[in-house]
């Protein structure tokens, strides 16, 4: 699969899992915070990881993935 | 103590900015472009200190504050998931396209695309009329904030001036590779700032479970998504960092870049910036419900300024100032300095006879940005506050032209009549939610949830598909420079 739809398929992916609907009214407390917000805040972590594995960059290229 | 600090903070701004100027090559294409030469590091600072304004410090602790947590998922990590998208998408290419044909502006490259002068001038009009209540929010933000953080012993248009007088000398000598280095600076005060008041402030509330305890207990219903923020609004506010795509201000960034490799460390910071920045004001509105309640209204944006009163010693106070300064001005410089660019390459330069050398484009970039700011300083001192309700709508404006920045750079068979029918689409349903909301507090689409901006971006989508596949398809050879 090329890099460009890697990025796309875990975007996408990180996107549904952003509309938490099955905590929206959960108050437990994770790592300190309420569950609702340490969970986006780990959404905001995985894009990086996400983006630091797949999108890679073609120096001649650039854009034009292989 | 307050005003000393952040008399200190400028001047150093301003040194950073001028002391830029010493690797500058003196030619045109180092005043608007940096010379094509940022690095890595210094283009996800410049970028994510352009995108990130005062609103990410103060106004989403207000919002957290009203709306509590959902507001981290409503505009954080939307941002974080939608921006580096686009900055991989389309900025990537637009910066290879852009080093490929030359072009300074955005107008430049969708002129060449689409081979249309009217096209040109057309969102020229739309992108300066977008940009320019998003320039008065900044000036007239700096001067409300200063007024508030010093009791009101500094006038509003005092701070209005400071703020304006700084960015204006920076910007006109260092042009951007000094707009990027005092970027640098002020992205990284900002971020560093924003965890130290929260640090500061929640240990003295005795911790950060303590504090979250009181919320609990005080408003529990701030500590869920509840009612507050609705399913379908999460879904479609999504579309508003898509304006990332068509500021100008980014564009002219991302054209900075020295290569494409450049792009990577943007790409991965970005939404760990987006969360260093969000969750300690997000965490302090929260707490602030608790500690300072009973805000109402536009008063709840003041609620880190005011639990920085309580529980800061002036040093941080001023500190905190200082931040809040740094990320207004690393806005209000980049957006500065491109609509100074665009009124120079794109009306200037392109309706002149004679050829312009660097020189001379440099000096008449200059006159653009003294007067640009100049008159932006005059009419904050007479505009309402209610400007500030524009910012929403300058965002959802940009956002709804991403589909043709989209269409230009991956469908070819995307046109000329495509392009302008779908702008024109955008101003009339743009203009037309903008009378019907203004007075409407929270609007949504006939009250469901789904924000304005999906509707516009969807028609404006809409029509440049249909009209383009109704025309006649571009010449092959000016898509062969494209594609």
Partial sequence: ?66 | MTLAIILAYLGLVLAVGLLSRRLSTGTGEDWFLAARNIGPFVLLMTLFGTHMTAFSLLGASGEAYRNGIGIFALMATSSAIVVPAIFYFVGLRLWRLGKKNGYVTQVQFFRDRFQSDRLGLLLFVVLVALLIPYLLIGVLGGGLTLNEITGGSVPQWAGSLMVCAVVMTYVSFGGLRGTAWANTLQTMVFIVLGGVAFFWIVSRLGGLEAALDRVAVDNPDLLIRGDRVQPLKLLTYAAIPMSVGMFPHIFMHWLTARRAQSFRLSFVGYPICVALVWLPSVLLGVIGTSDIPGLKGPAANSIMVLLIDKHAPELLAGLLAAGVFAAIMSSLDSQTLSLGTMFTQDIVRHYRKAEMDGATQVRVGRSFVLALITVTFLISLVAPRSIFKLGIWSFTGYASLLPLVVAAIYWKRATRGGAIASILTVAALWIFFFVRAWSVPGYTVGGTGVMPVAVILGAGALVLVLVSLAGRPPERAVLDRFF
């Fill in chain 1, 1 to 66: 699969m090329t890099s460009r739809r890697l990025v796309l398929l875990a975007l996408a992916g990180l996107f549904a899992l952003h509309h938490d609907l099955w905590w929206w009214d959960a108050d437990d407390r994770v790592l300190g915070l309420p569950i609702g917000l340490t969970w986006q805040v780990l959404l905001c972590l995985a894009v990086a990881v996400a983006m630091a594995l797949f999108a890679r960059v073609d120096e001649t290229d650039p854009g034009e993935q292989p």
